[in-house]
């Protein structure tokens, strides 16, 4: 499956509404009544989404991702929306808690690359962790 | 082969042609032969006319606003009530486009209430002929009115001319038949649908739009040129 590019890296929830309504319009060739009922959703609540006046449920999101056929991270992006992942680790203990928030902190901005680097490191640390458990 | 029935009246020329004008760039932008039908009205709206099309909550506006317009500023606002009054919704939409493209220059805002105290206005008349003319094309409304009356009428030319005259098998299959037909392959109301009957005439000389019966659609060029002919 080709990667798809990340177009909106920053939260702006008009921008990110603006990038669906030219895919919807420009790409999928479909009316806002039309993907409200692909979404089963009202097309007034679409249509505030794509003019920036409100922001999807974590539900509605996942199915926008398919039905807009746009990556999820750009939507979460996009709409300031964190995957459960991020909070669920944040707080399963206390050293993540305190940790975990720190290491955003200095990770902000880093690069696509920079961030495949530091993955890359993680998965190096967790897997040593693993094999020096009895 | 049989022969058109309609011509439009003299004075709406300048809607009709503004309609026709917004039809044919759709079609040439979307790279079409023939024009759909019904006419998907919000889908040209958004992509090949450029215009903000959005469904709002008008209720703030007043209990009757059913679609607003800024045509300075090329958007259209229809009240979430009609989302699912196919017929209204569409008419709407296009009676919005009519002030988007016809009243550029006269006001920056247009709200339009189901009331018909500002439908007397003269320029609500026209966003509803520029509504019904954009839903509704002649040559299009020529040529579905020839598909269905051929079934039903041995001489589908003189159909209109004897529901005119006030024939009664003539109204009853208008009415019972035809104009069914023609609201939904037009995606209309049927009041709309009367309304562009009342738009147009019965040629009193020779056929404006000569066509053949049982055809579903017109070639877009074949339409262009039946245009060029009025």
Redesign the interface.
């Known amino acids: 499956m080709a990667k798809r590019t990340v177009r909106s890296p920053k939260k702006d929830p008009a921008s990110i509404g603006e990038r669906l ?1 030219t895919q919807r ?2 790409v999928l ?5 039309d993907i409200a009922k692909l979404l089963a959703s ?3 609540h ?3 989404i ?2 920036g006046r409100r922001a999807p449920s974590e539900e509605l999101l996942l199915k926008m991702a398919k039905v807009y056929d746009l990556p999820e991270a750009e939507l979460r992006a996009g709409f300031g929306k964190p995957h459960s992942v991020v909070a669920e680790v944040a707080s399963e203990s206390t050293v993540a808690a305190e940790k975990v928030p720190e290491f955003l902190r200095t990770a902000r901005g880093l690069s696509a690359e920079q961030w495949d680097k530091l993955i890359k490191q993680a998965k190096k640390v967790s897997a040593e962790e693993k094999d020096a458990k009895p | 082969m049989t022969t058109a029935a309609f011509q439009l009246w003299p004075t709406m020329r300048r809607i009709e042609r503004a309609a026709w004008s917004a039809i044919l760039r759709c079609t040439k932008a979307k790279k079409l032969k023939t024009i759909p039908l019904p006419i ?1 009205v ?2 040209w709206i ?2 090949p006319l450029g215009i903000q ?5 008008l209720s703030h506006l007043g209990p009757n606003v059913l679609g607003t317009s800024r045509p300075r500023d090329r958007e259209i606002q229809i009240s ?1 009530t009609l ?1 699912d009054q196919e017929g209204r ?1 569409r008419f709407t939409a296009s009676h919005e486009l009519g002030h988007v493209l016809l009243h550029e220059r006269i006001s920056s805002d247009f709200r339009d209430f189901d009331d018909a105290d500002f439908m007397e206005r003269r320029i609500e008349r026209e966003a509803d002929r520029f509504a019904a003319a954009f839903l509704m094309p002649i040559p299009a409304l020529c040529a579905e009115f020839a598909n269905v009356s051929a079934t039903l009428w041995s001489d589908p030319s003189s159909l209109l001319t004897a529901v005119t005259r006030g024939d009664a098998p003539a109204m009853r299959i208008f009415r019972a038949s035809i104009l069914p037909h023609l609201t939904k392959r037009f995606g209309v109301s049927l009041s709309a649908a009367l309304r562009r009957f009342s738009d147009v005439q019965l040629p009193t000389g020779e056929p404006a739009l000569p066509f053949e019966a049982g055809i579903e659609f017109l070639p877009v060029e074949q339409l262009k040129e039946a245009t060029r002919r009025r």
């Open positions: 309504r319009v420009e060739g479909k009316s806002i009544r009202a097309p007034i679409l249509s505030d794509e003019t | 998907p919000e889908e958004e992509g099309f959005t469904i709002a909550d979430q989302v919704f």
